[in-house]
C-alpha cells in the first residue's frame, strides 16, 4: 500500500487494500480493485456527495471493468471475429490475419435519467495463456446545472448512483454472457 499523494492538482490516497480515491481539480475517481470492494464504494461515493453539497458536479460515470477468461486461443480469435467480421473487409484489405483491437458502441437511453452508454471490449494481449477478453463498460449522465426544482447538482448525482449502480452492473454482466454466450454457440474454425 502506497502513501498518500497531494499536491496542489492530484491527491491520491488508498483505502483498505481495495479502494483508491483520486482528486484532481476537475474530477474525482473512486475505483476498486476487486469486487469485494464494489459495496464500500457505492457507500463512499455516495457519502462524499452528501458531504460536499456545494461542489460543483457536471457529469457522473459509473464504471465497470470485467476480465474473462477465454477457453482458448481459437475461442479468443471468435470474439473478435464474431464482433468486427474480418471475410468481407478487413481480410481484403491488410495482409496476414486482422484482428479486433478495440471496440467501442454506444447507446443512448432517454431515461430518466438520461444515460449515455459506451461498451468497450478488447482482448488483453498477453504473451502466453490464458487469453483474456476486457469489457469495460461506462454508464454516463450529466448533470443539468440550473435545475428549475431546486435540487443540487450533487443530490442528483448521488440519485444517479442509488438508482443505476445495480442497472449498470446487470448491463456490463448481460453483455458478458450475451457475448461469451454467442461465442460459445459458435463453431470452432476448422
Known amino acids: ?19 483508491t480515491v483520486e482528486c484532481q481539480t476537475n474530477r474525482l475517481t473512486l475505483n476498486a ?8 464504494l457505492r457507500s463512499l461515493a455516495a457519502a462524499i456527495l452528501v458531504k460536499l453539497p456545494h461542489t460543483p458536479i457536471t457529469a457522473v460515470g459509473i464504471n465497470h471493468l ?7 486461443e481459437d475461442e479468443w480469435h471468435r470474439v473478435g471475429d464474431l464482433l468486427v467480421p474480418k471475410d468481407e473487409i478487413w481480410s481484403k484489405a491488410m495482409i496476414g490475419r ?24 478488447e482482448p488483453v494481449r498477453e504473451s ?5 477478453i476486457a469489457i469495460h463498460t461506462n454508464w454516463h449522465t450529466d448533470i443539468p446545472q440550473n435545475s428549475s426544482d431546486n435540487i443540487n447538482p450533487a443530490e442528483i448525482a448521488t440519485e444517479f448512483v442509488a438508482t443505476q449502480w445495480e442497472l449498470s452492473l446487470d448491463f456490463a454482466r ?10 460459445r454457440a459458435t463453431p470452432a474454425s476448422a
Open 128 to 132: 502466453h495463456p490464458p487469453y483474456r
Open 98 to 121: 486482422p484482428g479486433m483491437a478495440l471496440l467501442r458502441v454506444e447507446d443512448f437511453r432517454p431515461g430518466p435519467p438520461p444515460v449515455r452508454v459506451w461498451a468497450t471490449i
Open 33 to 40: 480493485v476487486t469486487t469485494l470492494g464494489e459495496e464500500r
Open 66 to 72: 470485467h476480465v474473462f477468461d477465454a477457453r482458448n
Open 174 to 183: 448481460n453483455l458478458a454472457k450475451t457475448l461469451f454466450g454467442k461465442v
Open 1 to 19: 500500500m502506497a502513501g498518500p499523494l497531494i499536491t496542489p492538482d492530484l491527491s491520491r490516497c488508498e483505502i483498505g487494500p481495495e479502494i
